[in-house]
Nanobody, 114 residues
Framework: QVQLVESGGGLVQPGGSLTLSCVLS????????MNWYRQAPGRERELVAEISLNGAAKYANSVKGRFTISRDNAKNTVYLQMNGLMPEDTAVYYC????????WGQGTQVTVSS
């Protein structure tokens, strides 16, 4: 059984930083690419960043240069370091893994506001 648990969201001022964490329970972490998505009110869920088994990362254009995805295979954990946060980054952030089907965490709220 695969479970994803995110943490680290919160309220931050524009220009600030947050680090999100996602722990995967199950045996697939060392076999799967990991993803971070986000969904803002009234908008579709969008892929923010993805990281492969060997650590190769890809980013949405909107976050490139500001966000960094990383993984610790020993801890079954994927991270999203977010710097230079802007109000348009406000969303619920979800951890995702695809292993024959999509698995999602419960989401963590990130609010960027002064």
């Amino acid at each position: 059984q695969v479970q994803l648990v995110e943490s680290g969201g919160g309220l931050v001022q524009p220009g600030g930083s947050l680090t999100l964490s996602c722990v995967l329970s199950g045996d697939i972490f060392n076999y799967a690419d990991m993803n971070w998505y986000r969904q803002a009110p009234g908008r579709e869920r969008e892929l923010v960043a993805e990281i492969s088994l060997n650590g190769a990362a890809k980013y949405a254009n909107s976050v490139k240069g500001r966000f960094t995805i990383s993984r610790d295979n020993a801890k079954n954990t994927v991270y999203l370091q977010m710097n230079g946060l802007m109000p348009e980054d406000t969303a619920v952030y979800y951890c995702n893994v695809y292993w024959f089907t999509d698995y999602w965490g419960q989401g963590t709220q990130v609010t960027v506001s002064s």
